[in-house]
């Protein structure tokens, strides 16, 4: 079974940067997806940005689209996210998934990292 652990998060000011890194292991990890979602205090979990593994084509939530960068490292089973321009919004905890099929569920999930902007 795949087992997803992020690392990265903390206590940035407000106009700067993270990066946080998701990394995977377990028998013959081959995901179709990996993305990134955030849960900020009281309100539901949102989609960030996603990259299909094969072929490294991303997408992004709204929120985020031209300030955050999903990328990964295939040799090294690991996914990260450039978060730039964070402001106090962007507060969060971020969390690692992936998914075996394009027609599956993130099913996979990392236990989340938090990501704290300051004014």
């Known amino acids: 079974q795949v087992q997803l652990v992020e690392s990265g998060g903390g206590l940035v000011q407000a106009g700067g940067s993270l990066r946080l890194s998701c990394a995977a292991s377990?028998?013959?990890?081959?995901?179709?997806?990996m993305g990134w979602f955030r849960q900020a205090p009281g309100k539901e979990r949102k989609f960030v940005a996603g990259?299909?593994?094969?072929?490294?084509?991303?997408y992004y939530g709204d929120s985020v689209k031209g300030r955050f960068i999903i990328s990964r490292d295939n040799a090294k089973n690991t996914m990260y996210l450039q978060m730039n321009s964070l402001n106090p919004d962007d507060t969060a905890v971020y969390y690692c998934?992936?998914?075996?099929?394009?027609?599956?569920?993130?099913?996979?999930w990392g236990q989340g990292t938090q990501v704290t902007v300051s004014s």
């Open positions: 990259i299909i593994w094969s072929t490294d084509s991303t």
């Open positions: 998934a992936a998914k075996a099929w394009v027609s599956s569920n993130y099913h996979y």
């Open positions: 377990g028998r013959t990890f081959s995901p179709y997806e």
